[in-house]
């Protein structure tokens, strides 16, 4: 577990954006694993201008999505589909055919789950997996519980994920009470995660996850057991780590 701190957001932006951006430049046909949220926006961005600038290109790239929302069609603006367009998918060369979110809206949503860890399978699975952390610990949407869940799944929303995520939406109550996430164990079949996290908020539980108990009840925690996770956090993120 390699650990990077940024002196702020900017730089933490930008180092995960090169760390991505290796696994590119060595494997210009990965498979990128990513993830929403406002934390991984500036991340998206510095790969964008790298783009645009030539450094690298998303032209052979396949993408595969942590999670999506349930209900919500990927024209909505607070669908993740609209997300990731809206800050990376419209701003690279990727071919769009190549990227993948799960269907918040299929009539079957665990035939969905399925089909959608066999399209995993079939690209050769996830080359770095892109992760953000929620206060709780989770990952993706795989919020605390007994068991680490195993594949991709239909998940009810803990409150503090609701109240949390209320801050995009018109009022709490428009807030889709369920959603569709990647599982514990498609996260850790990936080659190499990237987590990312910023701002004081999130320094008890980057502490708590990453140098704590592995439970179930920190979801992230998992992430331990992972060989290959490279953590990229902003110093105020980092405060309370106490690393050599």
Same mark, same amino acid.
């Given at each position: 577990?390699?650990?990077?701190? &940024?002196?702020? =957001? ?7 954006? @090169? ?19 406002? *934390?991984?926006? #500036? ?14 290109? /998303?032209? @052979?790239?396949?993408? /595969?999505?942590?999670?999506? =929302?349930?209900?919500?069609? #990927?024209? +909505? ?29 299929? #009539? ?7 089909? =959608? ?17 929620? +206060?709780?610990? +989770? ?15 239909? $998940?009810?929303? *803990?409150?503090? *994920? ?11 109550? @428009? ?10 164990? *498609? ?11 910023? #701002?004081?908020?999130?320094? &008890? ?20 057991? +992972?060989? @290959?996770?490279?953590? $990229? ?12």
């Amino acid at each position: 577990m390699e650990f990077i701190i &940024a002196e702020d =957001y900017e730089g933490m932006s930008r180092a995960a954006a @090169d760390v991505v951006a290796g696994v590119m430049a060595d494997d210009p046909s990965c498979v990128l694993g990513l993830a929403t949220g406002s *934390t991984p926006i #500036g991340m998206y961005a510095c790969l964008a201008d790298d783009c645009a600038q030539g450094k690298i290109s /998303f032209k @052979d790239v396949t993408t /595969f999505n942590l999670d999506e =929302y349930v209900g919500l069609p #990927g024209t +909505h603006d607070q669908s993740y589909r609209y997300f990731m367009d809206e800050n990376l998918f419209n701003k690279v060369d990727v071919n769009k055919t190549s990227t993948h979110l799960p269907d918040g809206c299929a #009539g079957n949503l665990d035939q969905m789950c399925a089909e =959608y860890e066999a399209q995993i399978q079939q690209a050769g699975g996830v080359d770095i997996q892109v992760l953000g952390i929620g +206060h709780n610990g +989770h990952i993706g949407f795989n919020e605390p519980c007994e068991d680490f869940p195993v594949a991709t799944h239909p $998940v009810d929303l *803990t409150e503090s *994920t609701i109240n949390a995520n209320s801050r995009l939406f018109d009022d709490v109550a @428009d807030v889709p009470r369920r959603a569709v996430t990647m599982g514990i164990g *498609t996260i850790m079949k990936a080659h190499k995660v990237l987590v990312v996290a910023n #701002g004081s908020g999130k320094a &008890a539980i980057v502490k708590e996850a990453f140098t704590g108990p592995v439970v179930p009840s920190v979801p992230a925690s998992v992430l331990q057991l +992972h060989p @290959d996770v490279t953590i $990229v956090l902003d110093s105020e993120a980092a405060s309370e780590l106490e690393l050599m």
